[in-house]
Every structure is written in C-alpha cells, then in structure tokens.
C-alpha cells in the first residue's frame, strides 16, 4: 500500500537543501502516522528560525512604509491572507501592488503538471511576497522570498520555483488575467553597514522549475512506495554536516548511539562517507560499520560505482575499522604536503563567524615558541566591532611575523626560525579572508593585506620547489585536513576537534592537551561556535567571558595537536609531513610601510585571484550530483560520436534530463571535460590537457557538441581519458579561468615603476 504524503514548499526547498529522503518522508506524513510510530524528534525553536522570523517582520514594515496603502497582508491574529483576499487580489478587484502571506491551494493543473498519484498531496503554501505590476500593459505578478541569510542558494531558488508554478495554475484554473514574471525574487540581508533594509537577487525561475517539476514526477513517485511503520523503515538516510539543526537528529542518531556495539553502527558513522557512496555500499549489501570493515578491495567491487568509492574506498575501510577497534590507526603509504616537519614558532588561528549576519563573532590567535604560549582573542558582540578585533589579533600575528623575519635577516639559515600558521577547519581561513575584504578601506588593514600576499612565495619559488607545487598552496595548514590525509581515527561522522582529540588522548603516545567543550558549546560534526551560542552572544544572552574561555581551549588543543602529529613523523621509519619549508621570510615584492594604492590594488587582485582559484575547488570538489544540482555541471554525458572538424574533433553528448538545467552554454569560458577523475578535476595544472569549448548548445533539449584541439585529443593524457570514459560517463565542468589578473598586476607594476 502506497504511502500518504502531504508536501509542503518547505518540503521541496528542504530536498534541495538536504537531500534527504528520510527527512522529506517524515515532514510529509500525516501526524498521526507519525505519532504512532514514534519518530523522536528535537522540537526545541532554534534562535535563528526566531531571527528569521524578525528579518521578515522588519522587511514587511519597511516595504510598507516606502508603499503606504500598498501592501495586502493579514488580519491580526491570522497567520495568513485568505483564500477570498487571496483571489480578490490576484483578480485586480483589489488595488494593493503586494500580498504578503497569501493563500496558493493545489489545483487539478497543478496535480496534472507534476504527475502527482493519488496518494500525494499538495499542502497550502504562503510565500513571503506576491508582487503585482503591469508596467508594458501586461498583468504580472512574480514571487519575492524573504530570507535571513547573506546569499541566496540553490534550495531558496527551488521554493521560489515552486510558488510560482502553483500559482501560475492558479491563475489558469481561474481563467484569470495575469501571467507569472520569468523571474523569481530573493530578498536577502544586506552587508554589514548598508543601510538598505534588503539585497534583491533576482534569477530566471523557468529553469528552477522545471527542477521543481522534475523532482515531483522522478523523486516523489518512489518516496510513496517507502514503508514507515514501527518495526520497518526503508526510507534512506545519510548523517553529515548539514543533519546538524534537523529535528529528526535524535531519531537517525539512534542507529549510531554508543549504546549499540560499534560494529552495529550504521555505516553515516564512518566520516566522509557521501550520501552516493552510501548508497553504492548499501546495493553491495554493507549496511553497517561491520560488515564495512570487513570489506576486501572495496575500489575493485564492480558495484562500487562512485568516484568516491573508486578512490577513497581502502580510505572508508580504515576508518570503518578505526571505528569498530576504537583504535587509532596511520594509514599506511600516505604523506601530506599540507604541513612542515618543523615549526620554531607556531600561530594558531580561530575564527567564529555568525552565519546568520555574515560576520566574524569570535577572533583569536595563540603564538607558542620557547615553550611560552601567549593567546589574544577578541569577541565580536556587533557587527561594528569585528574591524577592532581584525586589527588587534592579526596585527598581533603580522607583529610576531616580523619578528621572526628580522632574526632570519640577520643569523644564517641553519640558525633560522621555522613559523607557520594553523587552523583547525578550512572554512576559518575563508571567514577571515572575507571579513579582511569587508574593511579594506581601513589603513591598517591595507597593510595587513600587502603582509598577507607578502607569505605566499614567489612565483619562481612555487615553479621550482617540489614543496610548493600546485599553485593553490596558502602559507597556512588546516590541521583537519591533514589529519583526514594521514589518520583513521575513531570518530563519528565527521573529524571535529572535541571528537578528534578525545580519541587521541587515548592513543599511544597520548595527546596532552583534548579540547573538551563545556556545557552548552558542545556541538555535532563542527569544531566552530554553533549557531545557538553564536545568537545568544549576539543578544546579550550569552557571557563572553565563556566564549573566550571557550576560544582559548580550542587553541591550546590545536597547539597540542600540531606537536602530536609532529611527534608522530620523527618516529615514523619513513617520515610523512613532506613540506619542507626554509626559515620564515617576507617575500619583498611589496613593501606595507611605503604602500601606495597601486601596491595595495596588486596585492588586491593577487589575493582575488587565488581565493577564486580556492573557491572554485571548493566547487569542483564536490560530488558530480552536487555540482549539477547547483546548475554547474553537465552530468553523465553519453559520448554519441567525434567528428573532425579542421584543426578540431567536435565531439556530440546526449544529456541526461536531470543535467538539462545547467548554466552553461557555449557562451561560458573555461571547462574541462572529464570522466569525474578527481585527479583530474581538482588539479589546475591538468586542466589544460581536457580543457573544451561548447560549440553546439542543446538541440531539442537532449543533445550538444564540445570542441578540442586536434593535438590536444590526441595528447597522451586525453587519449587515457577517452580509454577510461569510453561512451558513458563524461561530466562537463566549469573552472576558475582569469584572464586579467596577470594583465592587471602587469600594467600597476609599471604604473608604479613609472612614478617619479
């Protein structure tokens, strides 16, 4: 028997958001299906939904005060505009331009549009905002979404999506005068010190639906065939990151509680398991850490049918096996060119951003060398204080730099002083860099951005030297990458500090100095403040004396477990950190003190460009459904036929539907056509070898055309590709291609070398 579900816009946006089967069935079941089971559920109210909720309010009264009379909205006390006003205002019996909360109902064409079976149903929905204009003498309306964040995303566009196409049926349904806008709206919040209410970012909402459409008539038909009942549950879930402010947390969390023995856990305790991966090991029969540790050649399995698997599976077995001994374990054969094998002088970062204002909320650095630790932190309680705090804790860490620079100017290099910097998460080093861009207006951050390009090596330096190839290398370490290189360690879901080091304090030799979070800072698959503790500050609930406490342990941890891992490569027979860094020094491309605008504008463009590099890694690093998911990829291409053409072979793919969406066309610069190698995709240096143009957009919606140089083709390295790929399995992305940064440092090098 089928499945009821009811889906909500919520639903739809929460399925691109998560991707979680699981969570779409249970917010869509009937209560009291739900109540019979039971399904645990956190109902507690988050203090960023409350936040939201205030975003919109003040979003609405400022709407009203620049359109008196304007704005149609609901009657006190009702959560929304009724089906009468509803209808009046979209008939034009009333005047209003907006209608705030309005009642969309499913309709037969909605039913017919999405293919919906009987036991599915569309709930009432209420968009933020419903515009009316008719500037060219044609009736329109076009949704806005208000949302409390700093961008807009993928999942928002989705909901947005689906606004319009069940009020477009409306309107049919109706026979109503009026057509929806080919855009769709998002009203997000502005920067730190704009003082417009909103950001408005508009997007063309046609190819969202037919996202939309797509999900109701491939996706939903198989969630009602799922059995929720009290002894069964199929539907499929995958625990990760992003579980993390779910209310069935709890519940999913019982398939891995330490309650259970470990090698009964479900395999989403294994870090870095995808949901793609998941599924590949579920269809191999592996459901739990068990069965996975117990896997033999896991890359070989014909059925493991995902890169990830194909290239980390001997990498998911270790860690499957970490978890089930409650061991800790090297995995054998591996290096890393993340970190130096000495560290004189060590600086260890932490950086807290508010994900709801866009911000930096905690900043601190702690420098340890000759045994002496002296910690700075700066809490951040508004937004106007984060510029004091920059200025503080990172003048406190270019202040150390020069130190050590000056000692090496004056003793020789076996006398030299090796400095590095830490962090623990990558993303703490793309939180400052952004929050460096937001005051580059101030004089002290200025020269603290020259000090910052002054620690990438030169360019000739990265040429040569083995230490610095790969032209995305930052001076800096993210202690967790390196962990996840070199370590299985037995911790769940994700490797976050706390977890991290409380299995190495039981590891031999044993780490001095665990990061044990205290009551209320406690939080799942992340080493950073969460979001709850993070508004609390915010709102002068939360003391920060307690938030830099909090700070301060995790930097004595990360010291601790920098020489930890140092520690472990001197004894190791053959040793493993291959970063062998000269003693620190300024690079003297630029000079801080005597800078000018040019030199700052340089610098500017260096830094753009590298962290648009790192960015787009970010991009391509994610798995193949992700990137076309996010309209960035052309996904399981099938190879029809190569066609020469002069100096070029065209080479002609059929796409898939599901990739149809993507936003790339043969106007789009730099792609890289692959067989989703991550080799290949995440390595700049490669992407010339499979580097392509479109020259043929979709024909009919189903087929397109990519050229490549004749020699290119034949190159060794795209003959291997072609080998590899053969007709099925080719993925079409973007990359990071910049034309003008080098043109750009050019001419401002000889502008500044021309100045009297």
């Known amino acids: 028997m089928a499945m009821k579900l009811e889906i909500r816009a919520s639903g739809v946006k929460s399925w691109f958001q998560y991707r979680c089967e699981r969570k779409l069935v249970y917010d869509s079941m009937p209560t009291d299906s739900k109540q019979g089971i039971p399904i645990e559920r956190n109902l507690t109210a988050a203090s960023w939904s409350d936040f939201g909720n205030e975003f919109e309010n003040r979003v609405i009264e400022s709407l009203k005060r620049r359109h008196p009379g304007q704005i149609l909205g609901p009657a006190g006390g009702e959560d929304g505009v009724s089906d009468q006003l509803t209808l009046a205002f979209l008939g034009r019996t ?36 419903v515009e009316f204009s008719a500037s060219d003498g044609r009736p329109t309306f076009s949704i806005i979404d208000v949302k409390a964040t700093q961008v807009s995303t993928v999942f928002h566009k989705a909901q947005v999506a689906f606004y319009s196409l069940m009020l477009r049926c409306m309107l049919q349904e109706r026979g109503l005068a009026g057509e929806m806008s080919l855009e769709g709206r ?68 019982r398939s891995i509680s330490d309650a259970r023995p470990s090698e009964q856990w479900d395999t989403s305790a294994v870090p870095g398991l995808s949901h793609e991966s998941k599924r590949a090991i579920l269809n191999l029969g592996v459901r739990t850490v068990g069965q996975l540790a117990s896997v033999r050649n896991l890359a070989a399995n014909p059925g493991a049918s995902t890169w990830a698997l194909k290239a980390r599976g001997q990498m998911l077995v270790a860690r499957a ?93 076996a006398q030299g002083l090796h400095s590095h910097l830490f962090l623990y998460e990558p993303s703490e080093g793309s939180d400052l860099q952004d929050a460096l861009g937001r005051h580059l207006s101030d004089p002290a951050i200025r020269t603290g951005l020259l000090h910052l390009i002054r620690m990438f090596p030169p360019d000739e ?90 700070v301060e342990a995790r930097l004595a941890a990360m010291d601790s477990l920098m020489r930890w891992i140092l520690r472990e490569n001197e004894a190791a027979g053959e040793p493993f950190l291959r970063l062998r860094k000269k003693p620190f020094r300024f690079q003297a ?58 100096g070029f072979y065209r080479m002609r793919f ?66 291997a590709l072609r080998r590899r790929a053969s007709t099925d399995g080719w993925f079409l992305d973007a990359i990071h291609v910049d034309y003008n940064t080098e043109r750009a440092v050019r001419f401002l090098r000889s502008l500044a070398d021309a100045r009297p």
């Open 321 to 413: 096996q970490a978890l089930r001994e409650r061991a800790v374990y090297r995995l054998p054969d591996r290096h890393s060119w993340l970190m130096p094998p000495r560290v004189d002088v060590a600086i260890h970062l932490v950086a807290d951003r508010d994900p709801v204002e866009g911000n930096l909320v905690a900043l601190g650095c702690l420098i340890v060398r000759d045994g002496r630790t002296e910690p700075t932190v700066a809490i951040i309680r508004r937004g106007e204080d984060e510029l004091p705090a920059l200025r503080e804790v990172l003048g406190r860490v270019i202040q150390v730099l020069t130190e050590v620079d000056d000692w090496n100017a004056r003793h020789a290099e």
């Open 589 to 646: 491309q630029f000079d801080p003190l005597a800078a000018t605008d040019l030199e700052v504008l340089m610098a500017h463009e260096m830094l753009e460009n590298r962290a648009a590099l790192l960015g787009t890694l970010t991009e391509l690093a994610r798995p193949a459904d992700e990137r076309r998911d996010r309209f960035r990829c052309l996904a399981n291409l099938q190879l029809l036929g190569t066609y020469p053409d002069g």
């Open 186 to 253: 998002i009203w997000h919040m502005p920067p730190a010190g704009q003082e417009e209410p909103w950001v408005e970012k508009p997007f063309p909402a046609r190819g969202y639906e037919a996202f939309v459409i797509d999900f109701f008539r491939r996706t939903v038909p198989r969630l009602r065939e799922r059995h929720v009942e009290r002894e069964r549950d199929d539907t499929f879930f995958h625990i990760y990151f992003k579980c993390e402010q779910c209310e069935y947390l709890p519940h999913c969390e």
């Open 654 to 719: 059929f796409v898939p539907p599901e990739s149809r969406q993507a936003e790339l066309s043969s106007s789009s610069m730099g792609l890289i056509l692959t067989d989703d190698d991550p080799d290949l995709r995440l390595d700049p240096q490669r992407w010339r070898e499979v580097s392509v143009r479109i020259s043929s957009d979709l024909e009919s919606g189903q087929h397109m055309e990519v050229r490549i140089g004749r020699k290119q083709h034949d190159a060794p390295g795209f003959e």
């Open 461 to 550: 330096v990265r040429a040569v030297e083995p230490e610095y190839r790969g032209i995305h290398h930052l001076p800096a370490t993210a202690l967790r990458s390196v962990l996840e290189q070199l370590y299985a360690l037995p911790v769940k879901v994700a490797y976050e500090l706390a977890g991290v080091t409380s299995a190495l304090e039981e590891a031999t030799p044993p780490l001095a100095t665990p990061y044990r979070p205290a009551p209320g800072f406690q939080r799942r698959f992340s080493s950073r403040l969460s979001v709850d503790v993070v508004r609390a500050l915010r709102q002068g609930e939360r003391d920060a004396r307690d938030v830099r406490k909090d």
């Open 94 to 129: 009333r005047t209003e331009g907006f209608i705030h909360q309005a009642s969309l109902k499913e309709t037969p064409r909605l039913r017919a549009l999405l293919n919906l079976p009987p036991e599915v149903a569309i709930r009432p929905a209420r968009p933020d905002l």
